[in-house]
């Protein structure tokens, strides 16, 4: 409801219209001043119930601005990813790799991605976690001179399937065995490092006569001393400044916790969790660039890659199991080690013909770490 007020002069100087009502005199003089100071508290009125009314709605369209900053802050890190897991994909990796491509097979229901290379006699790599099949991209092309490399994801990693199951090396190794049929190969030499080097020796333990050579880095397959792995570490094992103190894998327990892991490490955490990794095992930091950092973190960085991977590590008590079923190897092995070493009693129980490289100033990362010693001893010993 609006009151409609009119003033205006009357017919003298002393009269005042107001409302049709005509004033004189005093009386006009004061129904005006009175005039007045209703108009100026009725402004005030407005004036007040307008910041009323503002701060009532502020909240609401401050809430709203947020939101739409979000969605569009959201929608920038959602392009920004996107350009990055372009920038990290297996086509474009692979353009760093001249003579190589990308390769896709499908063995017992799962689809295994890999990349190959070169001519000769078929080379198999399995790298570990958490990597992908770059890891192997300072040796490759040297190997590839004289060899058919193959860099394989297998289950569970990069680009290759993610099924609920069979995550034992056991499963893992025939996974292997059925590519190398599938690729038409009797026989292969394989070189693992890490979770592939488990893969590596249960592929040559289940299938000797498919196997030419084997190759293990750093990593024996899960035995009983998996097992009485404690549960502190022992001193001085996180003495970061130096290289040569012990390793405690304590990720192996984080590993294993359901669901946990997936909810933790994706995104920003991933890298954070990753690049902590990295350094705890590496000897020199400037061996492994930030560069070749983000093509693992977002390889990881979501979670079901979390989820698979882990698969790796739950089923160690029966790959532990496993290793009482094979028998020893008998076809000739490599072990190559760093700083920290811990391969060579494995191999010397496990293994009848052993041959042993123990590398200087190298941590776990071993062919990233040293890559021209890794293709010496590689060439030497698959020849």
């Known amino acids: 409801m609006h009151t409609l007020l009119y003033m205006g002069k009357g017919n003298s100087k ?3 219209i107001c409302g049709g009502i005509v004033l004189s005199g005093t009386t006009s003089r004061f129904f005006a001043k009175l005039i007045s100071i209703m108009l100026i508290i009725s402004l005030m009125l407005l004036t007040a119930c307008a910041a009323n009314n503002k701060q009532k709605n502020g909240p609401k369209e401050y809430a709203a601005d947020k939101t739409q900053n979000k969605m569009l802050t959201d929608k920038g890190n959602e392009d920004s990813n996107q350009a990055a897991n372009q920038a990290y994909s297996d086509m474009e990796l692979v353009r760093k790799l001249p003579g190589f491509q990308n390769g896709y097979k499908k063995v017992n229901g799962v689809t295994l991605h890999y990349v190959e290379g070169g001519k000769g006699d078929p080379l198999f790599l399995l790298p570990g976690w958490p990597q992908n099949w770059y890891a192997f991209h300072k040796i490759m092309p040297a190997l590839a001179k ?8 297998y ?3 990069g ?3 993610k099924p609920e199951a069979g995550y034992d090396k056991k499963t893992m190794a025939s996974d292997i065995y059925a590519l ?3 690729l038409r190969y009797r026989k292969i030499n394989i070189a693992g490092h890490d979770i592939g080097s488990m893969v590596a020796y249960a592929y040559a333990a289940q299938y000797p006569q498919a196997t ?3 190759a293990m880095l750093d990593v024996p397959h899960p035995n009983e001393n998996f097992l009485k792995l404690p549960i502190l570490p022992p001193p001085g094992s996180y003495d970061v400044n130096n290289p040569d103190s012990p390793k405690f894998p304590w990720w192996f327990a984080l590993n294993n916790v359901p669901e946990l892991p997936e909810q933790l490490l994706q995104g920003e955490q991933s890298a954070i969790f990753q690049n902590w990794i990295f350094d705890y095992q590496i000897y020199d930091k400037a061996a492994m660039p930030q560069e ?3 093509v693992y973190t977002s390889s990881y960085a979501n979670p079901e890659a979390i989820r698979a991977s882990n698969g790796w590590y739950k089923t160690l008590r029966q790959d532990v199991e496993d290793l009482k079923t094979y028998k020893k190897l008998s076809v000739p092995v490599l072990g190559i080690g760093g700083s920290k070493f811990g391969l060579e009693p494995f191999l010397r129980n496990y293994a009848t013909d052993v041959k042993i490289a123990k590398l200087d100033k190298a941590g776990h990362w071993i062919a990233e770490e040293k ?3 890794t293709v010496r001893i590689f060439m030497e010993f698959f020849r």
């Open 180 to 182: 190398a049929k599938k």
């Open 371 to 373: 890559p021209q010693e």
């Open 155 to 157: 289950r569970g990693m």
């Open 146 to 153: 004289k060899y058919h490399v193959y860099s394989i994801d």
């Open 292 to 294: 070749d950092r983000a």
């Open 212 to 214: 030419n050579k084997l």
């Open 14 to 16: 002393h009269e005042v």
């Open 159 to 161: 680009s290759s399937g």
